[in-house]
């Protein structure tokens, strides 16, 4: 079982930036894939970016390539996402996850694969 708890959410003029953290119980957080997502008023949730512990490989959305950072530090039992030149569009609940299943690449941007999430954190980035 894995509880994960989101902080760093709130308010940010376009252009600035932001860093989420996302801490989890267990002793074996560094053999969790980890996942970010977010969730605008009115849509789906959708993913933002993923790290994988079995290969280190990240993944980003499109929308965040080139902004956000996704990296972890597995002594602290945390995964962060830096958030640079938010924009507007940014704005949403974020949502920590976390599965151990090895899968295919495409499975870790989709919200399914994903078995524990967090409570949500708001971003709001205004213009």
């Known amino acids: 079982q894995v509880q994960l708890v989101e902080s760093g959410g709130g308010l940010v003029q376009a252009g600035g930036s932001l860093r989420l953290s996302c801490a989890a119980t267990?002793?074996?957080?560094?053999?969790?894939?980890m996942g970010w997502f977010r969730q605008a008023p009115g849509k789906e949730r959708e993913f933002v970016a993923a790290?994988?512990?079995?290969?280190?490989?990240?993944y980003y959305s499109d929308s965040v390539k080139g902004r956000f950072t996704i990296s972890r530090d597995n002594t602290k039992n945390t995964v962060y996402l830096q958030m640079n030149s938010l924009k507007p569009e940014d704005t949403a609940v974020y949502y920590c996850a976390a599965d151990s299943r090895n899968s295919g690449s495409y499975y870790y941007t989709q919200t399914q694969k994903y078995n524990y999430w967090g409570q949500g954190t708001q971003v709001t980035v205004s213009s």
């Open positions: 790290d994988t512990w079995s290969t280190g490989t990240t």
């Open positions: 267990g002793r074996t957080f560094s053999r969790y894939h």
